[in-house]
C-alpha cells in the first residue's frame, strides 16, 4: 500500500489518543485547581504577530507555515501557528488586558518545519501562562505547578535546570562587543550555538574567566549565586540579575525543591526576559518556560510582566501508563445470535442499560471474535440472554435483562 | 559487439534570453556547439554534432533550477541569482553548483528609489508600518526580510520591470543589476547586497553521484581556464539612464497601468484610438515611465501578468492586461476588489490544455481516464497559469498532480517534462508544429481595462477615473464594431 500520510505528518492510534487524553485530563484538573482558566487560540495567525524583533529568533521564522491566505491579495501572510506564547499575549491584549492577574491555560499544537520530514512538524504542548505579575512568587509558582501536573501523572525522575536570560544578557555585555555583533551572539545562543560563548573563555581576561566559572560549573543553591556575587569582576548590571535570579532560587529553597543552575539551559525564545526554566526526565526535555516581561509591549500592548510554560506532550506520551487504558480487558460485547428486529431491539436495550450503569459497551451482529471479558449473547428463544465471563470461563444463562447487569456487577 | 564503456547519455538545460549568447560562445568554444542553439531558433531540442551522447533542449533561465533539480536534466546552466532563489524556497533541492562560467557578472541588491524616504538599511527594522517589497526573487526577500528583522513587510513577487516600480509603487526592490552605475542609471540606490554572483553550470545531484559527467566539465573548465575568453565580451549591455524622471505622489493622479511584450503594439494602437497620446511607447525606445497628453494621468509600463496585484493593491487605479491574468489572479484571490471594466478587444488568444500529439485521447475525459489507469505517479502540468490550471484540474476531478510553474515557451516541456500544457496560443500553429494537440479550449481571452471596485464613485480622483474609463469604452466599442 502506498504511504498517503505528508510528510512530517503523524497519526495518533486508539493507544495513543488515550495516553494524549490522560496527560492532557491530568494538566486540565491541575490547571483549575491552581486557579488558571483556559482559552484557545487559532491556528491560524499574521505572520507579523512573529516578526516583530524580540519574538521569534530568525531560524525558528525560517521554519514557519508562511502562506498567502484565499484574500491575501495585499501580500499580508498568514502562518500555522509556530508558537503557543505570542498568541496568547495577542488573546489577553485584545481580550483580558483590563484584568489584574490573568492566569490562563491552552493545549495546543505548534507547527515547524522540520527538513528530514522524519521528526514531528506538528507537535503538541500543554501551556500555562500567568500575565501581569513581576514578583517572583510567579515564577515559583509556574515551577511548582509544573512539578503538580508531572507528579499527577506519576512521572519520577524529573530534572529542572534553571537559567536566567537577563543574566545571559548582562554576560554578554561584559563582554564589550559591539551591538551588532552583541545581537548576533545572543540569536547564535537562543538557537542552541552556545559554542559560540564557550569557546571565548579561553582566553585570560576578567570576562573569560568568569565565563569559565559560570558555565563548568553547575550550582544547586542559591548559595552558587552568592558566590558568583561575591566576585570582583561582577558588573553592577551583572549583579542586579543575579539578585533576581537569587530571589527565585531562594524560594526554592525553601520549599525544598531541588534543581539545578545551568545557564546553558537557555534555549529557544527570544522573548524571554528574566529566569527560565527547563525540565526534562533522564535527559529527554519534557517542558520548558520562563519569564517574558518585554513580549506584550512589543506586540502592542501595554507595560505587563509575564511567564509562562509548556509541557511537550510528545515526549510525556512514552512516560505515561494511562490506567483507563489497562481497564479495556473489562469490556462488554453485546451480541445478536440472529439479526432480527426482535433481537436487535432487545440488544440495543441491553446495551443501553449496561452503559448507564457504567459499563463499556459494544454491539456485535457480525460474529467476530471478541477480545472483551464479558461476552452476553441475545437469542432469539428463552432463555434469551447467555452471559460468558472469559476470564473466569463461566457461562450462565437468563431469560431477564435486569438480571445480566445483576450477573456481570456480582462477579466484578 | 562495442568494446569499452558507452559514455552516459547527459541532458544538458539551455538558458534562453540574456545568457544565451555568451553561453553559445562558450560551448561553441568547448566543442560543445549545438547548430541551433540561437535567440531565433525554432526548435527547442538540441543536438550536437560532436558530441552525439549529449542532447540539450532550450528554457526560460528561471526554469533551469527546477527542471535540474526535479532530475528531467542533469546539468543546467544560468544565473546564480535563479539558483539561490529556488533553494530560498526550497532548501532541500536536489542541486549541485558545480563550476563558475565567470559572465554575467552582477549582484542582487536591495534597493530603494534615489527619490524615496529611505536612506539606510537600519531605518527599517525600527519604523512601524508595512514595506512594501516588489521582486523577481520573493524566496530571498522573504529570507532577507526575515534576518534584517523588519517587523512588517508584504512582498509582491513581479514578472519583471521591478525598476519602474519605486518609489511611489514599492518602498523596496530586490533585484539584480550588473553593478552600482547601473542601479544609479535607473534611479536606485542599493542598501546592501545579498549576493554576488554570475552565471554557473549546475548539475542534479543523483546525476552527479551515479553519472560521468567528466567530459563536459573537463571541457568547460579548460575553457574557463584558458587567457582569451571571447564570452565574456558578449554581456548584456549596461541599463540605459533614466534621463527625465519626476516621481509622483500627487493623491488625485490616476495610476495607468499600460503592457509591455506582446501586448504592447496593439495597446499603443488603441491608446491612439482612445485619443490618448502616448510618448515614448511605441516606436524603438521604450520609455517605462511615458508622458501622456493628460497631465493628470501617471503611466508607468509594466508585465501584464503583474497587474491585477497591482491594481487590488491601489498601486495602480486602471490597467490594460488579458482576461486570462484577470482569472489567474480571481481564481486565487476570489475576494480581491479588482474588476473588469471594459473588453478591449485585441489580443485575442484561447487558453488551452494540450498534450502529446502521440498520446491517444480526445478529450480531457479520455485524458484523465488514461493517466488512472496508466500510472502510479502524479500528473506534471506544466502552466504559466498556476491558478487557472489548479481550478481546470479541480473541476476536471483529476485527483493526483504536480503544478511546475513555468516563465513562458512552456511547449518545449511536452512530453518528456510534463504530461499536460495549460497554455495560450492565438493560431495553434506552434503548437502543431512542436508535435502537440488541444484537447480542451477553457475560455477566450483578449485585452481589458481592469480597475478596483473600491476606488470608483464620488471625489475628484474617481471622477477622473470614471472619465477615463468612457474613453477606454468608447474607443472599444469602435473597436468592436469594427470587427463585427
Redesign the interface.
Known amino acids: 500500500m502506498t504511504n498517503q500520510r505528508c510528510k512530517g505528518a503523524r497519526d495518533s492510534l486508539p493507544e495513543d489518543m488515550e495516553r494524549f487524553r490522560h496527560i492532557e485530563d491530568a494538566f486540565r484538573r491541575s490547571c483549575r485547581s491552581w486557579g488558571y482558566r483556559e482559552v484557545r487560540t487559532p491556528t491560524l495567525e499574521y505572520l507579523h504577530l512573529f516578526t516583530a524583533a524580540g519574538t521569534l529568533t530568525p531560524n525558528m521564522l525560517s521554519k514557519v507555515y508562511s502562506f498567502l491566505d484565499w484574500d491575501g491579495w495585499s501580500g499580508e501572510r498568514v502562518v500555522l501557528r509556530p508558537d503557543g506564547t505570542i498568541p496568547i499575549a495577542r488573546l489577553y491584549i485584545e481580550n483580558l488586558a483590563q484584568e489584574d492577574i490573568v492566569r490562563l491555560f491552552y493545549v495546543t499544537n505548534v507547527f515547524a518545519f522540520e527538513e528530514t520530514g522524519k521528526e514531528n512538524r506538528e507537535r503538541w504542548q500543554c501551556g500555562v501562562e500567568l500575565l501581569g505579575n513581576a514578583k517572583p512568587a510567579s515564577d515559583v509558582e509556574l515551577i511548582s505547578l509544573a512539578v503538580d501536573i508531572l507528579r499527577s501523572l506519576d512521572i519520577t525522575g524529573v530534572e529542572i535546570k534553571l537559567s536566567h536570560t537577563g543574566m545571559l544578557k548582562a554576560l554578554l555585555k561584559e563582554l564589550k562587543l559591539s551591538p551588532t555583533e552583541e545581537a548576533r551572539l545572543l540569536i547564535q545562543i537562543l538557537d542552541g550555538n552556545w559554542q559560540v560563548l564557550t569557546q571565548r573563555r579561553a582566553g585570560n581576561s576578567d570576562a573569560n574567566r568568569l565565563l569559565s566559572l559560570i558555565f563548568d560549573l553547575k550550582g544547586k543553591s542559591s548559595g552558587f549565586l552568592e558566590n558568583l556575587k561575591a566576585l570582583p569582576q561582577i558588573s553592577r548590571g551583572l549583579r542586579s540579575e543575579l539578585d533576581s535570579f537569587a530571589e527565585v532560587t531562594n524560594l526554592l529553597d525553601v520549599l525544598d525543591q531541588d534543581y539545578q543552575i545551568d545557564i546553558t539551559s537557555t534555549r529557544g525564545f527570544e522573548y524571554y526576559t528574566g529566569p527560565c526554566f527547563q525540565l526534562s526526565v533522564k535527559g529527554d526535555k519534557i517542558g520548558s518556560g520562563g519569564r517574558y516581561d518585554n513580549l506584550v509591549p512589543l506586540i502592542g500592548g501595554k507595560s505587563t510582566p509575564a511567564c509562562g510554560f509548556a509541557l511537550y506532550i510528545d515526549p510525556l506520551m512514552n512516560l505515561v501508563q494511562p490506567k483507563a487504558y489497562q481497564k479495556t480487558a473489562e469490556r462488554i460485547l453485546v451480541r445478536g445470535e440472529i439479526a432480527t428486529p426482535d433481537v436487535m431491539k432487545a440488544s440495543l436495550q441491553l446495551a443501553q442499560s449496561l452503559r448507564e450503569s457504567g459499563y463499556v459497551t459494544e454491539l456485535d451482529f457480525s460474529g467476530r471474535q471478541p477480545n472483551s471479558r464479558w461476552v452476553v449473547t441475545i437469542r432469539e428463544k428463552p432463555p434469551r440472554f447467555v452471559v460468558v465471563d472469559q476470564a473466569q470461563n463461566q457461562k450462565r444463562e437468563t431469560s431477564a435483562m435486569g438480571n445480566v447487569i445483576n450477573i456481570i456487577g456480582g462477579s466484578a | 559487439m562495442p568494446t569499452g564503456r558507452k559514455p552516459d547519455c547527459v541532458k544538458l538545460a539551455l538558458p534562453k534570453g540574456r545568457l544565451l549568447p555568451a553561453t553559445a560562445c562558450l560551448l561553441g568554444d568547448t566543442g560543445l556547439e549545438f547548430k541551433e542553439y540561437t535567440e531565433a531558433t525554432r526548435t527547442y531540442r538540441l543536438r550536437s554534432a560532436g558530441t552525439p551522447h549529449v542532447s540539450a533542449k532550450m528554457f526560460q533561465e528561471k526554469d533551469i533550477p527546477i527542471q535540474v533539480a526535479v532530475g528531467n536534466y542533469d546539468l543546467g546552466i544560468c544565473g546564480l541569482d535563479w539558483i539561490e532563489e529556488l533553494l530560498a524556497k526550497y532548501?532541500?533541492s536536489a542541486l549541485v553548483k558545480v563550476l563558475d562560467l565567470e559572465y554575467n557578472k552582477g549582484k542582487l541588491y536591495l534597493a530603494t528609489s534615489q527619490h524615496g524616504a529611505i536612506s539606510s538599511l537600519e531605518e527599517l527594522?525600527a519604523r512601524h508600518g508595512?514595506w512594501?517589497i516588489v521582486t523577481e526573487y520573493p524566496g530571498l526577500a522573504?529570507?532577507s526580510a526575515?534576518?534584517l528583522?523588519?517587523?512588517?513587510?508584504?512582498?509582491?513577487p513581479v514578472w519583471g520591470a521591478t525598476e519602474v516600480y519605486p518609489p511611489e509603487n514599492a518602498d523596496l526592490v530586490l533585484l539584480w543589476a550588473r553593478d552600482e552605475s547601473d542601479m544609479r542609471a535607473q534611479r536606485l540606490v542599493s542598501l546592501t547586497t545579498l549576493l554576488c554572483g554570475s552565471a554557473f553550470l549546475i548539475a542534479n545531484q543523483e546525476s552527479w553521484q551515479t553519472k560521468d559527467v567528466g567530459r563536459i566539465i573537463g571541457q568547460l573548465s579548460r575553457s574557463i581556464g584558458m587567457a582569451v575568453k571571447p564570452w565574456l565580451q558578449l554581456e548584456p549591455k549596461p541599463a540605459r539612464s533614466i534621463k527625465r524622471f519626476y516621481p509622483d505622489f500627487g493623491k488625485e493622479k490616476v495610476w495607468l497601468a499600460i503592457p509591455d511584450g506582446h501586448q504592447q503594439v496593439p495597446a499603443a494602437d488603441f491608446l491612439n484610438k482612445a485619443g490618448l497620446q502616448v510618448q515614448g511607447y511605441s516606436g524603438g525606445r521604450l520609455n517605462r515611465r511615458p508622458a501622456l497628453n493628460l497631465d493628470w494621468v501617471n503611466i508607468k509600463v509594466i508585465r501584464p501578468q503583474d497587474m491585477p496585484?497591482q491594481v487590488?493593491?491601489g498601486n495602480f487605479d486602471l490597467a490594460i492586461t488579458g482576461k486570462d491574468w484577470l482569472l489567474d489572479?480571481l481564481y486565487?484571490?476570489?475576494?480581491?476588489p479588482?474588476t473588469e471594466l471594459a473588453d478591449l478587444g485585441f489580443g485575442e488568444v484561447r487558453v488551452v490544455a494540450v498534450v502529446s500529439r502521440d498520446l491517444p485521447v480526445a478529450d480531457i475525459d479520455g485524458f484523465r481516464g488514461l493517466m488512472h489507469a496508466d500510472r502510479?505517479s502524479p500528473l506534471r502540468v506544466a502552466t504559466e497559469y498556476v491558478n487557472i490550471a489548479d481550478k481546470y484540474l479541480h473541476d476536471n476531478h483529476v485527483g493526483r498532480y504536480r503544478l511546475i510553474p513555468t516563465w513562458g515557451a512552456t511547449e518545449a516541456l511536452l512530453p518528456e517534462d510534463a504530461d499536460l500544457l495549460i497554455d495560450n496560443t492565438q493560431t495553434g500553429r506552434t503548437l502543431a508544429k512542436h508535435n502537440l494537440k488541444i484537447v480542451d479550449t477553457l475560455f477566450e481571452s483578449t485585452a481589458r481595462l481592469i480597475g478596483n471596485k473600491n476606488r470608483l464613485g464620488a471625489s475628484t480622483k474617481r471622477k477622473r477615473i470614471a472619465s477615463l474609463v468612457r474613453m477606454f469604452r468608447q474607443a472599444a466599442e469602435g473597436n468592436n464594431n469594427e470587427e463585427n
Open positions: 532548501p532541500a527594522p508595512s512594501r522573504e529570507t526575515l534576518s528583522r523588519l517587523r512588517r513587510f508584504r512582498i509582491f496585484l487590488a493593491n489572479h486565487r484571490f476570489p475576494t480581491s479588482v502510479s
